[in-house]
């Protein structure tokens, strides 16, 4: 039976305890004939990094469901990446609870707006959301651009909106906010790196 | 981290001050616990709590929170006294022979220049003296009392042992075993890691103490050598690679300063941060910012970007005032702000005084919230009884809240704290509606455009420009954008003309269209693009190197060069030939790191240093610095060139022992206070304890209190006090107590541990309150108060970096 490192874990897990019993002539063969399936058995690997510190650690991600039409896959598992370097297989308190992170009751699934003075939120469409959004942005941008300072040097900025950049998103979506950001002229820009 | 996690396991000692890596970072502390095992490696740890970092040391000593230079400035009164610094080292690879100008000085509490009314200083008498050639002039002897090195000790000789027990607490005895642990390390054979997190940058006063501790590496030679080095454990897993796409106003992508008002033109812009070399044969890297400049702005405007328009300068914004966060929240409670966007950040619990947070965000037309929670900022409006006492019809800000992925559904690279860039994919689709960041931010950007196209207004052409070349405008891959970052030539990159046949047709380095293999390929003519020239190479030819998973450490000294991507070129440790001596042997042949092999710079990493620059030319190891060596004497820092003793803005002794007699330098008298906030600044006599905040384990800033597990191991809001203050209170163990600070107040649940205890501070007692910042009024775990109702608005002097660290408050049962 061919099998590779992690296969044999995720069998030997299922059935046996560990390598003194295949020893002892247990073959993993047997744990397969099991009844009832790892739980991971049927799984998609996707290889991640913890969200949490900057230790960065490997995670690997164990996805439920196939990418049938129909089938809206979860994770279902999540575990340190025994072939990472640094964290080398294990998870701290945090990082080995992300799976309840990710699937939060306080997830926020939906585009909503809470009216001025309004106690409530009210639930809107994703065109509606970004076309109000750019309205006031554009609305704010028109009036309040400053394109040259009192001396006369061209200055081209908007200061009148802030942005403040997300520390949790990649590399690739925080360098496409920070292009868009200058690319409108605004100045008032952080991230939660400074705190 | 100048090094890497995996570094750490190299080291002889491990300090860890101003952090708390067995609870905060546990996964990379397996690599001090890795140094004390195999290395017997000794870990020293100083903080005001016993933590568990504290309960695994060889050596624990206490320090009172905010005094953390007057401690380390004792220890560099120590290494210069008992001479316990690397000599050979000091001397070739820090400025410590250079001669500073005759008119600087120091004297009680101030640094010369101050100006009181600006609260900054004129610097003109501070920095180096430069000979007729505009190099800096030096006396190799260091017997010139000028010189930095006699200049430090000078300025040193006040941090005495009994000083420094009166101001820090600490107990002389104690200050002297940790200054011999350390001085031991300046040793050639011998090196010391710091690891240190918000315990240091949370302070007004946060920059200088991180450069306190690089000079004492520097004097113990322990900086660009494997096992040692300056290393921040940072918060979030790509706080570091959004830092360094300089998500913030002060810098363009790899921290090239951004224009200001007076960079009237490209010229001017770029003469003052083209910086030519202050001592002769020396590399200054940044003589090289026109063609990483250039090569941003190709990236952000493409063809819309000309020679003949300087390309596309006068579109990018000028800077006229700070705008940090404090800078930020600071316009919008004057109400000088509109609108806000605020992606994957909670403002209004992490940003200082919740009460003028929750006053600013009041006064905004609109506020935009991205995130994948429901975050206490996205629901500042509504009431939730004294955790947030508002009226919901009198804030008419119009709030939307946008749905986001979390790091499980994005496909793309986070930057580690160790600088490498490691590539992950997304595992499921973000739930219900949510959308990546790059794809909100891409449909928000192309439905203004479009607005822009259809209707003009203020300035399109920077609009319409912006360089889109996504194939899927409204959903650009992050392979797309990575490749953009790490950037290509657009045209043929030459070589230059052979000096020995120089009519012979010039080699192509790149051909047009090519990924560069990295920054050394950037050119100012428009040639390249390159969205951030410090991580340029990161996806050559070869592809994304950030995706490698080579699990190999060829040399057995933790250097995984085939693992993911570091910045710069891939490199593990920065200044790593400042790891061999000046003949280019190893300082210790036994962790032999970069030497020189007699034709080349070669060994376990890539070299940070030209690599056939021969020894002997003198080339410093310090390159992106103009004399080529690391300094003891920064002009750049805002409160001094020497880091200098100031009590946090709340203090519990009222005075600064350094300078009593100078009421005007109790705290940082270069950091910014604005009108409102200083009066908002508690006296010892109200507020007469100490307090922090921290972090728990189990728990991440106010995310985690969103996920089950955790509120299940960690469900409720605690401050910790020590068992005699508790005494001294009748506060039992596990009472309800009210936390008061001169801007808000915090009822929770006491706990009552020996992990806290008072300091002798100066003869009197100071005892310290712990406030966990963990809960809010949105989550799975118990509601609870946001710790920042308590802390001040105030920021470091340099970065503003708030003051969360060190502030006053009152306790009482509740």
Redesign the interface.
């Known amino acids: 039976m061919d099998m590779n490192r992690r296969h044999f874990f995720r069998v030997s897990g299922a059935g046996l305890v560990g390598s003194s019993l295949v020893a002892l002539g247990f073959s993993p063969t047997a744990a397969l004939a099991e009844t009832r399936n790892f739980k991971l058995a049927r799984t ?1 690997e ?13 995670m690997i ?1 164990y ?1 439920l469901g196939d990418k049938a039409k129909n089938v ?4 279902v598992h999540v575990e ?1 990446d025994p ?6 297989g ?13 699937h ?16 409530e ?1 009210k639930r809107i469409s ?1 065109d509606e ?10 609305a ?6 400053v ?1 040259a ?1 009192d ?1 006369g ?43 | 981290m100048t090094n890497s996690w995996t570094d750490i396991r190299n080291t002889d000692m491990v300090l860890i001050m101003g952090g708390n890596a067995a609870e905060a970072h546990p996964c990379g502390f397996k690599w001090v616990v890795e140094a004390m095992q195999h290395r017997k490696a000794k870990l020293v740890v100083v903080d005001p709590r016993f933590t568990r970092s504290a309960a695994v040391a060889d050596y624990y000593a206490p320090v009172r929170n905010g005094t953390d230079i007057a401690f380390l400035g004792g220890v560099i009164n120590y290494l210069l006294s008992n001479d316990k610094i690397h000599h050979d080292y000091v001397k070739i690879h820090t400025d410590a022979t250079f001669l500073l100008k005759e008119n600087f000085a120091y004297d009680n509490g101030f640094f010369s220049g101050y100006n009181a009314d600006k609260r900054s200083y004129d610097k003109s008498s501070w920095g180096y003296q430069l000979d007729h050639d505009g190099y800096v002039k030096a006396d190799a002897s260091m017997q010139d009392p000028l010189c930095v090195y006699q200049q430090l000790k000078k300025h040193y000789s006040r941090y005495t042992p009994d000083l420094v027990s009166r101001i820090t607490g600490t107990p002389k005895d104690a200050f002297l075993k940790v200054c011999e642990a350390i001085g031991e390390m300046s040793k050639p054979d011998k090196v010391m890691t710091i690891m240190y997190a918000l315990g240091w940058t949370q302070h007004s006063v946060g920059s200088q103490n991180i450069r306190t501790m690089a000079m004492i590496q520097l004097l113990l030679g322990n900086m660009g050598r494997p096992g040692g080095g300056v290393n921040a454990l940072r918060g979030h897993a790509n706080v570091q690679g959004i830092t360094d796409m300089c998500a913030y106003s002060e810098v363009l992508s790899g921290y090239m300063g951004a224009p200001v008002d007076t960079d009237v033109d490209r010229a001017t812009y770029l003469k003052a941060r083209t910086l030519k070399p202050l001592r002769p044969n020396q590399m200054s890297y940044w003589q090289n910012f026109p063609k990483f400049h250039t090569s941003l702005m190709k990236a952000y405007y493409g063809n819309a970007a000309t020679a003949e328009n300087d390309f596309a300068y006068d579109w990018l914004p000028k800077k006229d005032a700070a705008y940090d966060v404090l800078a930020i929240f600071e316009r919008m409670h004057q109400g000088k702000m509109n609108g806000f966007l605020c992606q994957g950040f909670n403002p209004l619990a992490a940003v200082p005084n919740k009460k003028k947070m929750s006053a600013a965000l009041a006064k905004l037309k609109y506020l935009v919230m991205m995130d994948p929670l429901e975050t206490e900022t996205s629901e500042f409006w509504k009431n939730f009884g004294p955790l947030n006492d508002v009226k919901p019809d009198e804030i008419k800000t119009e709030v939307f809240r946008l749905p986001t992925s979390c790091f499980a559904e994005e496909t793309g690279s986070f930057t580690n704290s160790g600088r490498t860039l490691q590539w992950k994919e997304h595992a499921v689709e973000p739930p219900g509606e949510a959308k990546v960041d790059s794809e909100i931010i891409a449909r928000l950007f192309m439905t203004l455009r479009a607005m822009y196209a259809k209707d003009g207004g203020t300035l399109p052409e920077p609009v319409a420009a912006l360089n889109w070349p996504y194939i899927n405008a409204n959903v650009p891959s992050p392979s797309e954008v990575l490749r953009e970052i790490s950037g290509k030539a657009l045209a043929d990159v030459l070589a230059p003309p052979d000096p020995k046949d120089p009519k012979a047709p010039p080699k192509v380095l790149v051909k047009a269209g090519e990924q560069v293999p990295g920054f050394a390929m950037l050119r100012d003519d428009g040639s390249t693009s390159c969205g951030n020239w410090l991580y340029s190479g990161c996806w050559s030819q070869a592809g994304n190197l950030t995706a490698r998973r080579d699990p190999s450490d060829p040399t057995g000294l933790g250097v995984y060069g085939n693992w993911g991507y570091s910045w710069p070129a891939n490199r593990r440790i920065l200044y790593n030939r400042a790891s061999a001596d000046k003949d280019g042997k190893p300082w210790d042949a036994s962790r032999k790191y970069i030497a020189w092999n007699g034709s080349a710079w070669a060994g376990a990493d890539v070299p940070d240093m030209a690599p056939t620059a021969a020894p002997e030319q003198g080339v410093g190891a310090f390159i992106m610095n103009p004399e080529g060596v690391a300094r003891l004497h920064a002009i750049g820092m805002a409160e001094g060139p020497f880091p200098e003793h100031y009590e946090p803005f709340e203090t519990p002794v009222g005075v600064n022992l350094m300078c009593p007699s100078n009421p005007k330098a109790v705290s940082n008298p270069a950091a910014r206070v604005y009108k409102g906030d200083l009066e908002a600044f508690g006296k010892k006599e109200e507020f007469p304890y100490a307090a922090t905040t921290y972090r728990l384990t189990e728990h991440q800033h106010f995310w985690t209190k969103h996920s089950r597990s955790n509120a299940i191991v960690q469900p409720a809001p605690f401050v910790e006090i020590g068992e005699e203050l508790a005494k001294e209170k009748g506060i039992q163990h596990g009472q309800k107590v009210r936390v008061r600070s001169n801007r808000g107040e915090v009822v929770a649940a006491c706990v009552v541990t020996k992990r806290i205890k008072p300091w002798d501070v100066d003869g009197k007692k100071v005892h310290l309150v712990g406030i966990p910042i963990h809960w809010g009024f949105k989550g799975v775990t118990q509601n609870g108060y946001l710790a920042n109702s308590l802390t001040p608005f105030v920021g470091d002097a340099n970065c503003q970096t708030p003051e969360f660290k060190a502030f006053l408050v009152n306790i009482e049962k509740a």
Not at chain 1, 46 to 58: H, I, M
Not at chain 1, 83 to 88: G, I, L, Q, S, T
Not at chain 1, 140 to 145: E, F
Request: charged fraction near 20%; hydrophobic fraction near 35%; aromatic fraction near 4%.
């Open positions: 998609t996707t290889r991640s990094t913890c969200p949490y510190c900057s230790v960065s650690c490997g991600m996805t809206k896959p979860t994770i340190g072939d990472h370097p640094v964290n080398r294990t998870l701290c308190p945090k990082g080995a609870g992300v799976l309840d992170m990710i939060s009751a306080d997830r926020v699934k939906v585009p909503q707006v809470r009216e001025p003075g309004s106690s939120w994703w959301a970004l076309t109000r959004i750019a309205k006031h942005m554009k704010d941008r028109d009036a309040n651009l394109k300072n001396k040097v061209t200055v081209n900025r908007w200061n009148t909106t802030g942005f403040l950049v997300s520390s949790a998103a990649s590399n690739e979506s925080g360098y496409l906010s920070v292009k868009v950001a200058r690319g409108l002229g605004m100045v008032a820009l952080d991230t939660q790196a400074r705190i």
